[in-house]
């Protein structure tokens, strides 16, 4: 008959046989991992802790390739193959296997830091801007261990890979020096933390809060929304101001009254910006001056601190002084200036021209803003 037929050592029946096992058995392992991936992320949704969705992860990262080599070496055990392919597939079976671990353990470290930073990140953000680094380290070092495990296992010598190794990675070195200048700029923004995630920072004419310290770029949430996106080699190569780390903001503001304002009132003055400004919580006043005559005005400068180095604090408190200022002039009389002229005029051009004092002529007063 056709199936007793002898095809490489075995008779065609038995390859038919071989070939319905490793299709069943994949068939039936591809519908259990649909069903249970369904019945188990059922049953996260319903509980508070995270772990459950960590298993569901990991049975929907078991890869296609794992499954068709574990049904191809089921039916394969049907067969009576040479000793030298025996050998070749379970070697074959144990590199998917390491292929298959290296999956499981690179989402598992991923999943342990975002849970990570989700708890920590409102209170440690350094720890989680550094273990975004540490977590590619990981993954890394995962990766290329198994790598060493695999090729071991087919008798390379792993010794001297890893010494040609070292040698050719000079030579690759030089060839991406940009992204390694990158990733070594990320390491030291992970270590020596000029910024973490979370800081408002300024870099030349851009700022925005850091969202995403990675190994080539850092990305930074602008005001007006978009996200920027820095190379970390030209991120540490610039100036950054970082308010976050700002304790205390120092405040300095002008104020600026008309000429005609008289002697004790611009004694009063200091005096009541400075009574204004300690009614205020979290600040500390520290001057307030008649500094100068300008070039139509009287100018105060008035220097005070605010405790808390966050921007709409101290625009709260900066309001609450220019209103209260605002309604103390009015009060007592005392007018804010504005760039003005005046022009006095004579009935000749002789040089003794008696001026009025403190008044103008109407008609002779011009406003130009």
């Known amino acids: ?153 087919y008798g390379i010598n792993v010794t001297a890979l890893v010494a040609g190794l070292g040698i050719s990675g000079i030579a690759v070195a030089l060839a991406v020096q940009n992204v390694l200048g990158d990733l070594f700029a990320s390491f030291s923004i992970v270590f020596d933390k000029p910024f973490v995630i979370g800081d408002f920072i300024i870099v030349g004419d851009f700022l925005g809060t850091v969202e995403y310290v990675g190994l080539k770029t850092t990305r930074i949430r602008s005001l007006s929304g978009e996200q920027l996106v820095f190379s970390n080699g030209d991120l540490l190569q610039s100036r950054i101001r970082n308010f976050k780390r700002m304790f205390e903001r120092r405040v300095v503001f002008t104020i600026q009254v008309l000429y005609q304002t008289s002697h004790k009132q611009l004694i009063e003055i200091p005096k009541m910006i400075q009574s204004i400004i300690e009614t205020q919580s979290q600040v500390r006043f520290d001057r307030a001056h008649f500094k100068e005559y300008g070039a139509y005005s009287l100018n105060f400068e008035i220097v005070y601190w605010i405790l808390n180095p966050d921007y709409n604090v101290y625009m709260d408190i900066q309001q609450a002084i220019n209103l ?20 006095f005029i004579g009935n000749d051009f002789s040089p003794a021209i008696d001026f009025p004092e403190a008044k103008t002529e109407a008609g002779s007063h011009i406003e130009a803003e």
């Open 1 to 153: 008959m056709i199936f007793d037929r002898i095809l490489y050592h075995n008779p065609i029946y038995n390859w038919l046989v071989a070939i319905a096992i490793a299709v069943g058995i994949y068939l039936v392992m591809r519908l259990g991992k649909a069903i249970v991936q369904r019945r188990l992320g059922q049953l996260a949704k319903k509980t508070a802790t995270d772990w459950d969705d960590l298993i569901v992860a990991l049975i929907e990262q078991i890869h296609i390739l794992f499954l068709l080599v574990l049904a191809f070496y089921a039916g394969s055990l049907k067969l009576d193959l040479p000793s030298s392919v025996s050998v070749f597939l379970k070697k074959g079976v144990f590199v998917v296997f390491l292929f298959q671990v290296a999956l499981f353990g690179s989402h598992t470290i991923k999943f342990l830091i975002e849970r990570y930073r989700r708890q920590k990140i409102e209170i440690n953000a350094a720890a989680v801007t550094t273990l975004s680094s540490v977590g590619f380290v990981a993954k890394t070092l995962l990766w290329f261990i198994l790598l060493l495990v695999a090729l071991d296992k």
């Open 324 to 343: 209260s200022i605002f309604e103390q002039f009015k009060e007592r009389g005392i007018q804010f200036a504005y760039p003005t002229q005046t022009l």
